[in-house]
């Protein structure tokens, strides 16, 4: 069964920074995209960063751009987003998806990603 295991979420102060993990199973890492998504309380949920394992073009949030680095460690089968300088308006569940093939275009977030993991909560704290 594919399935994607988020972690490395918590309680940080705004300024301040978190790695967040997507560890991936069950299908060929090389030939999928990975997304970042977020959901903050109340609302919509929005597309953060995408990567793909064979591919170097990369997609940001405009909210996200020069402060997060999405990366991938294809040994570990891993896709990793480096978060620095949070904000409080960052806080949310962040979640990883997957979709085949590659996926990695602006308008990714449309996209409909198939599998998801179960999701890691981050707080900025004021």
């Known amino acids: 069964d594919v399935q994607l295991v988020e972690s490395g979420g918590g309680l940080v102060q705004a300024g301040g920074s978190l790695r967040l993990s997507c560890t991936t199973s069950?299908?060929?890492?090389?030939?999928?995209?990975i997304a970042w998504f977020r959901q903050a309380p109340g609302k919509a949920r929005e597309g953060v960063s995408c990567i793909h394992s064979n591919d170097e073009r990369m997609n940001y949030a405009d909210s996200v751009k020069g402060r997060f680095t999405a990366s991938r460690d294809k040994a570990k089968n891993t896709v990793y987003l480096q978060m620095n300088h949070l904000k409080p308006e960052d806080t949310a569940v962040y979640s990883c998806a997957t979709l085949r093939g590659f996926h990695c275009t602006p308008y990714y977030s449309d996209y409909d990603w198939t599998t998801w993991g179960q999701g890691t909560l981050v707080t900025v704290s004021s």
């Open positions: 069950g299908f060929t890492f090389n030939e999928y995209t």
